[in-house]
C-alpha cells in the first residue's frame, strides 16, 4: 500500500524475490489471467511494496535483490504479461521474519486480498511462530482480539469444510456455527451439507445448531429439563457468543462454556466474577446484563477438539465454583 511521500522505483521482474511469508495461498489461474491483461495493455497501476537486501554471489561480487513483502498477486500478473519491469515501493531498513509477515498480513488485510481460511492461518502463524498471544496479534495487525480469535478457531474444522469456506461455497458465519458441533462430527456433517445443498442462511444454521445442543442435552438428562432452563441456556448461548449448556444434578447443577484460548478464559471469567459479584441480582438479571455486552469470542480448546470430549463436565483437576443463591453452580473449567 502506496502512502503519501513514498518514492516508486521501477525494478526488474527477475530481481523481485516471493516473500517466504507470504499469507494469501490460493490465487484463482482465471482472475490472475484478467489481471495479466490488463497489466499488458494499461501496465501496473498499485506499486509492489519490497525491501532490498544486497546478495552476494560465489564469486565474491554482489547484487541487488527486492524481496516481496506485499503484491505477489500482481508480480505473479506482470511475470504472466512478460512485461520486464514493475513499479515499487521500497521499506528500507532490515526486516525481521516476523515484520515481513506482520507487513504481508497487514496489506493482504487492507485490500481484503485474504480468505478466510488465509486470513486463519496467518494469524495462527503469526502467534506460534512468534509466542504472540491472540491480543498482541490483534495489536499488531489493527483488529480485535475476538477477530482474531474467530478467525483462528475456524481452523478446527475439517479439511473439506475448509476448501468450502475458503472457494465461498459458504460464509464464514456458517462455519462459526459449525463450530458448535465440533464433538459431534456426525451431527456436524449433516448441517455441512444441508448449507451447500439447501442454500441455508447462517440465521437458519444457527437455529437448527441450537435445536441439536438442546435436544442432545434433554436426552442425555430425561425429566430434568425444564422450559426455563432452556431459554437460560439459550440466552447465555447467545450472549456468549458460544456454546453453553446447563446440566442439574442431585446438588444443584453445572454451566459448561466452551472456550478456545486463554485471553478467552481469561476474559469470561472475568465477566462472571462481575455478575457473581452484583449483589442481590437475580439469575433473570445475570442473563440481562451480560446481553447487553458484545458477544464475545470464546470457543472450544484445541484438546478437546482432538478428544472430542466436553471441556468442563468432568475436569481432571479441581475446578473454581463460584455458588449461586439457588443452589446452583457455575463451573469455570481451568484445563491446561
Given at each position: ?22 499469507p ?31 546478495v ?6 554482489f547484487y ?81 482480539r ?41 451431527e456436524?456433517?449433516v ?32 425429566g ?21 449448556q446447563?446440566?442439574k444434578t442431585?446438588?444443584g447443577g ?10 478467552d ?15 442481590n ?23 478437546s ?32
Amino acid at each position: 500500500m502506496a502512502f503519501q511521500g513514498d518514492s516508486i522505483y521501477w525494478v526488474e521482474v527477475e530481481k523481485v524475490v516471493p516473500n517466504p511469508f507470504q499469507p494469501r495461498r490460493e490465487f484463482d489461474q482465471n482472475k490472475l489471467q484478467e489481471l495479466a491483461d490488463s497489466i499488458r495493455m494499461y501496465g501496473v497501476m498499485q506499486p509492489l511494496t519490497v525491501t532490498r537486501a544486497e546478495v552476494q554471489r560465489e564469486d565474491g561480487t554482489f547484487y541487488t535483490e527486492y524481496e516481496l513483502i506485499a503484491g505477489e498477486r500482481r508480480l505473479r500478473a506482470s511475470k504472466l504479461a512478460g512485461i520486464a519491469q514493475v513499479p515499487v515501493i521500497i521499506r528500507e531498513g532490515h526486516q525481521s521474519e516476523q515484520e515481513k509477515l506482520e507487513l504481508a498480513i497487514i496489506e493482504n488485510l487492507q485490500r481484503e486480498d485474504l480468505n478466510a481460511v488465509d486470513r486463519a492461518i496467518a494469524f495462527k502463524q503469526l502467534a506460534e511462530s512468534f509466542g504472540l498471544s491472540h491480543t498482541q496479534v490483534a495489536q499488531k495487525v489493527g483488529r480485535s482480539r475476538e477477530y482474531v480469535s474467530n478467525s483462528i478457531r475456524l481452523l478446527g474444522l475439517p479439511d473439506h469444510m475448509l476448501e468450502s469456506l475458503k472457494h465461498s461455497d459458504m460464509m464464514e458465519g456458517h462455519a462459526r456455527t459449525l463450530l458448535m458441533l465440533t464433538d459431534r462430527p456426525e451431527e456436524q456433517e449433516v448441517v455441512y451439507k444441508e448449507i451447500l445443498l439447501k442454500k441455508l442462511s447462517v440465521r437458519e444454521v444457527e437455529r437448527i445448531v441450537r435445536k441439536i445442543a438442546t435436544d442432545k442435552v434433554r436426552k442425555k438428562n430425561p425429566g430434568e429439563f425444564d422450559a426455563h432452563l432452556i431459554e437460560l441456556e439459550k440466552q447465555f448461548t447467545e450472549s456468549l457468543g458460544t456454546r453453553v449448556q446447563i446440566q442439574k444434578t442431585d446438588f444443584g447443577g453445572k454451566l459448561t462454556i466452551d472456550y478456545f484460548s486463554d485471553d478467552d478464559l481469561e476474559v469470561i471469567l472475568r465477566r462472571i466474577k462481575e455478575e457473581a459479584e452484583a449483589p442481590n441480582q437475580s439469575q433473570e438479571e445475570t442473563v440481562e446484563k451480560l446481553s447487553e455486552h458484545t458477544p464475545l469470542a470464546v470457543n472450544i480448546a484445541p484438546a478437546s477438539v482432538a478428544s472430542g470430549d466436553s471441556i468442563i463436565t468432568t475436569p481432571p483437576t479441581p475446578t473454581h465454583s463460584v455458588p449461586e443463591e439457588d443452589g446452583h453452580e457455575i463451573n469455570h473449567g481451568f484445563d491446561d
